[in-house]
């Protein structure tokens, strides 16, 4: 009950900063509305433990004010991005809860990105472009720039970490270790770079394919694409002459009616289509180079047991700072998942140590 209290807390504190550096005073509104609704959900699990005063809520955690700083430093949206990724999450969890238990879902367990949504739509003053401008917002960092900075960087330090572990076990920390830790640096940060720029090209050829033949359907049978679109209302529990109406209104503004179709029925955003595929695979090059170099740096300078214990020093506080970093977006202990992320790091080191040792012995022999 004490985790789902300062979650709430941390959340009011969060939402509160979030309307404190927002321009548009409408969004700043909805934010402060969600800062107080969260704030009511902490005093209702205060109140369940039977304590009444609202000065027994906990302060804001440490993870709270490393987000708020970060948001500072890099821009709220960033911190947004964990927001909505958090309340994602735990509407997942109360929806499976409750299933387990055999108790009804009402739908008021859904994330507060509807919620949030539904707030701007019942502000007087709102207007399209308002409600645009705030979805575009969260779709810009629904995909989580910074957790993408913290797996780019922890993929390049484990790969290559154990890389250079099993070639200077196999030498013994000789030269050849800075040599190959290079060539993984470059082999590795080249290869998550094209992965990065196939994945994000195809996945927009795939949605304007997608987008295109719903235009052509939309063109060819407008019919049945109005009575698809009404179906897809009524399945969202609107009643079936409304439905129908709604379908037959959208329909009138074929641009519009594509844009609805795009979205409800395919479920592609198409402002997720404006990526850049060589932006998206600079940035994973060098994030990937960032975490790489780390175990190599020891080996620019010195040799042998001295740059493998530097090496191994050095990586294991990598690893521990991309742990930290990683409850961010967990909410669990710095400690727990800093030291848990040290001792697979190591562990995958010590394997590629070991066989590297053996295989040094065997040529030697």
Not at 82 to 96: G, H, P, Q, R
Not at 122 to 131: Q, S
Request: with cysteine; proline share 2%.
């Amino acid at each position: 009950m004490n985790k789902n209290i300062q979650t709430e807390v941390d959340a009011c504190y969060l939402y509160e900063k979030l309307a404190d550096n927002e321009t548009d005073e409408t969004i700043a509104n909805v934010f402060r509305q969600m800062s107080e609704i969260e704030k009511s959900h902490a005093e209702a699990f205060l109140q369940k433990q039977k304590i009444q005063q609202e000065s027994l809520l906990p302060p804001p955690s440490f993870r709270a004010k490393v987000l708020n700083r970060i948001g500072k430093i890099f821009g709220y949206d960033y911190v947004l991005g964990v927001l909505m990724d958090t309340e994602k999450s735990i509407s997942i969890a109360v929806i499976n809860a409750k299933n387990k238990n055999k108790l009804p879902v009402t739908g008021a367990e859904t994330n507060h990105v509807t919620i949030l949504r539904s707030l701007l739509e019942r502000e007087a003053k709102v207007t399209g472009g308002n409600v645009a401008k705030f979805e575009s917002r969260h779709r810009s960092v629904g995909g989580n720039a910074l957790r993408a900075a913290v797996l780019g960087g922890n993929d390049g330090l484990v790969s290559n970490f154990s890389l250079v572990m099993g070639i200077a076990g196999a030498t013994e920390g000789g030269s050849a270790v800075l040599l190959a830790g290079v060539a993984g640096l470059l082999a590795g940060a080249l290869s998550m770079a094209l992965g990065e720029w196939i994945s994000v090209k195809s996945s927009q050829e795939l949605y304007e394919n997608q987008m295109q033949l719903e235009m052509d359907e939309l063109e060819t049978n407008p019919e049945g694409e109005e009575k698809e679109l009404a179906l897809i209302y009524m399945a969202k529990g609107i009643p079936e002459d409304q439905a129908h109406e709604m379908a037959a209104g959208i329909m009138n503004n074929k641009t519009e009616a594509h844009e609805v179709l795009v979205k409800e029925e395919l479920g592609i955003n198409p402002e997720e289509l404006k990526g850049s595929a060589m932006e998206a695979a600079i940035y994973s090059f060098i994030l990937f180079g960032i975490g790489a170099v780390i175990p190599v740096i020891p080996f620019m300078f010195t040799t042998g047991i001295t740059a493998i214990l530097i090496s191994v020093a050095a990586s294991a506080m990598g690893l521990f700072l991309i742990g930290s970093v990683i409850t961010l977006f967990t909410g669990k202990s710095i400690w727990y998942s800093g030291f848990r992320q040290v001792l697979f790091g190591l562990i995958a080191a010590a394997i590629t140590f070991g066989i590297g040792k053996l295989i040094g012995v065997s040529l030697a022999g």
